[in-house]
Each structure stands twice: as C-alpha cells, then as structure tokens.
C-alpha cells in the first residue's frame, strides 16, 4: 500500500509570523497519522517551521535548492544548508520555475541527485500546458519529462521520490481537471515508471497538483493512481489544509 502524501506548496507567501501562525492553527487539530502531512515552506521560515512542528507528524519540505553543495551561485540555497535544517522533503521543477526561471529538465535531473544524494526526497513536478494538452501532446510532453528527469537515476532511489503531476493551466486558475483525466495521467506517468524501473512503479507515488481544495479532495483521492495532493492556496488556510490531511 502507497501511504498518501498531501504537502501544501505556500510558494512565495507567509512571513515568519504568518507561517508560526498557520503552523499553531493546523496544530490544533487532529491529523489523520495514515497520511503523510508535508510543508514545504520559504527557505526564511524553515528554522522557524521546523520548531513549529516538533513533536507533531508534520513534515518539513523547501521549495527549491541548487545541486551544488556550495559556490558562486548568488542567491541560491544548497542541499548541504537544508540539511542542516533538517529538511525532509524538497519540490523540484516546479513548473513555475520552470516557466519564470528557465528550469529544464536536465537542471531538474541534476537537483533530483543532489537532493537523493544529501537525503532529500524530491517532489518531481511535472505537467503540460493548456496549448500543448489540446494540441493532443500531453502525454509526449510529460512522458519527456519524467524519462529526461530520471535519467541515471538507479532504481533503488525510486521509492524516495515523490511525482507530482500538475497541469499548468490548472495551477492558481480555479480550473481542476476532471478526477478521471488526472487518475489517466498519473496511471500513464506510473506506466513510463514501469518502462523504466519495472515493478517499482507500483511503490512510487503520485500526486495530483491543480487547483486542489476541499471540496474536490475525496472524489481526487479515490482514484487508482492518485496517491496524494501538492496543494498551492489551499495550504496557506489551516482549515482547509487539515481538511485536505482528513480527507
């Protein structure tokens, strides 16, 4: 059985206050312990979070790193810093940093054995755009990603790693994409896996990513492939973030 893996992605929001205080908020309730809660905060706020939720399940996530340990890299953070944090879980290729700070797929495979490298579980995003899903290239382009994004990466590094398939024309726009057009994509992205590393496809977990929010959590989490949620804006309510975690 795949554990399900709900991270909130608070991106560029939450100053240290604002982040102890969501924290404190989500703290007063009760999680479900057989899913795996994830907050993968700003690189400014992760001593904070991680004082925050000592002595709850919550895990620690970052949104970004280099795949150096250290350099001339101005304004960059290195595995080496997030570890020293304790940082459990970092999101990689996002297709923000992709789109506003030309991430590729080869600087995405290079961050993905960095951060296996320093003991890091990468979250491994993936998707394709509106354009390119009704030019019927959906999955050619996500396929493309995920084989260029794992190369030489060995097999037994594949149940630390977390894929997300998110949808850019369904991220921060309201639109989702139907629970059964996402279950088909996360069952084809399980597919290459298997192409790729055999029976280990069935051990690796996939979130679904896109506008994720409450009232579509149950219905998302009830599909085959769909093993969990990288959720933006629903995150940064305590609320609503718990009740992603008590689907």
Not at 105 to 128: F, Q, R
Not at 131 to 151: D, I, L, P
Not at 172 to 193: H, L, P, Q, V, Y
Request: with cysteine; proline share 2%.
């Amino acid at each position: 059985m795949r554990t399900p893996i709900i991270a909130g992605n608070w991106k560029m929001n939450n100053t240290i206050k604002e982040a102890i205080e969501l924290i404190d908020g989500i703290k007063k309730n009760e999680l479900n312990e057989e899913v795996e809660a994830v907050v993968c905060v700003p690189f400014t706020a992760i001593r904070d979070v991680k004082e925050a939720i000592k002595g709850t399940k919550i895990k620690l996530g970052a949104q970004n790193m280099h795949w150096e340990e250290s350099g001339a890299f101005t304004g960059e953070v290195s595995p080496l810093m997030l570890n020293e944090l304790e940082v459990e879980y970092c999101i990689v290729g996002h297709s923000e940093r992709r789109q506003y700070f030309s991430e590729t797929d080869e600087t995405v495979n290079k961050k993905i054995k960095s951060a296996l490298a320093h003991g890091i579980k990468p979250i491994v995003c993936v998707g394709e755009t509106l354009t390119q899903r009704e030019a019927n290239k959906a999955e050619e382009v996500v396929k493309n990603q995920v084989v260029k994004g794992f190369e030489g990466i060995s097999v037994e590094d594949i149940n630390n790693i977390v894929i997300a398939y998110e949808p850019i024309w369904a991220i921060g726009t309201g639109k989702t994409a139907s629970s059964d057009d996402a279950n088909a994509m996360c069952a084809f992205i399980r597919e290459t896996i298997g192409e790729l590393y055999g029976n280990e496809k069935d051990n690796i977990r996939i979130q679904y990513g896109g506008s994720v929010k409450p009232n579509n959590i149950k219905e998302l989490m009830g599909k085959s492939d769909i093993d969990g949620a990288l959720v933006g804006g629903a995150s940064l309510k305590a609320d609503d973030f718990v009740k992603l975690i008590n689907y």
